[in-house]
């Protein structure tokens, strides 16, 4: 089973500001994706990026990109210029790609983001 | 982009009674759709994957006559708790993958269920 790992449950950080977000997983699958996720306080989920495991180059989005480490199965998120609408809960999670039956997502515990004047 | 939605965004019942959620896919076909519990400060909790026409899949420990999910056509699949107990409060998230795209997952804006 694939497990992920949040170690810091809550961070905060100024606005204009970088920080990053750690995720560390676990698992003996070697085609599988890598995604984060923001959870604002309306608790819509959405999608901030995704990483195909396969690819060596960081994904990138606007502000946000990550840190992929396959072998050291880690997988951070910086966010950079921080926006006080970046405050929310961030999700790292994991998805292994199989046939026939749906992958499912493997959520880690999430990170509490404040963003502060 | 794609949406998914859920009906009703909030609802009060009493111990012992049923209540039925409904999740939409309102602009793509969905052949699977998921069904999450999340408490309080909490990680999403995956309670079963549903596929259209077939029995659910349920995780371990969750109780499949207690969370009824029927998922009827491509665009519906709906979480009935049955019996609700006020254990049963919690946020329910569905989310649904596309046809054509694999691996991502929208996700509903949730269903917050009390239970009195």
């Known amino acids: 089973a694939q497990t992920v790992t949040q170690s810091q449950p809550e961070m905060s950080v100024q606005e204009a500001e970088t920080v990053t977000l750690s995720c560390t997983y676990d698992t003996s699958e070697n085609n599988y994706y890598l995604f984060w996720y923001k959870q604002p306080p309306s608790r819509q989920m959405i999608l901030v990026i995704r990483q195909e495991a396969y690819k060596q180059q960081n994904a990138t989005e606007n502000r946000f990109s990550v840190n992929f480490q396959k072998a050291a199965k880690s997988f951070s998120l910086k966010i950079s210029d921080s926006q006080l609408g970046d405050t929310a809960m961030y999700f790292c999670a994991f998805m292994k790609l199989t046939t026939g039956t749906a992958s499912k997502l493997t959520f880690g515990t999430g990170t509490r983001l404040q963003v502060t004047l | 982009g794609a949406v998914v939605s859920q009906h009703p965004s909030w609802v009060i019942c009493k111990s012992g009674t049923s209540v039925k959620i409904e999740c939409r896919s309102l602009?793509?076909?969905?052949?699977?759709m998921f069904w999450y519990r999340q408490f309080p400060k909490q990680s999403l909790m995956l309670m079963a994957t549903?596929?259209?026409?077939?029995?659910?899949?349920?995780e371990q420990g969750v109780e499949k006559d207690k969370f009824l999910i029927n998922h009827a056509s491509l665009t519906l699949s709906t979480l009935t708790v049955t019996s609700a107990h006020p254990e049963d409060s919690s946020f329910y998230i569905c989310?649904?993958?596309?046809?054509?795209?694999?691996?991502?997952?929208?996700f509903g804006p949730g269903t917050r269920l009390t239970v009195t």
């Open positions: 602009d793509f076909q969905a052949t699977t």
């Open positions: 549903s596929n259209e026409g077939s029995k659910a899949t349920y």
């Open positions: 989310s649904a993958r596309s046809t054509s795209v694999s691996y991502e997952q929208y």
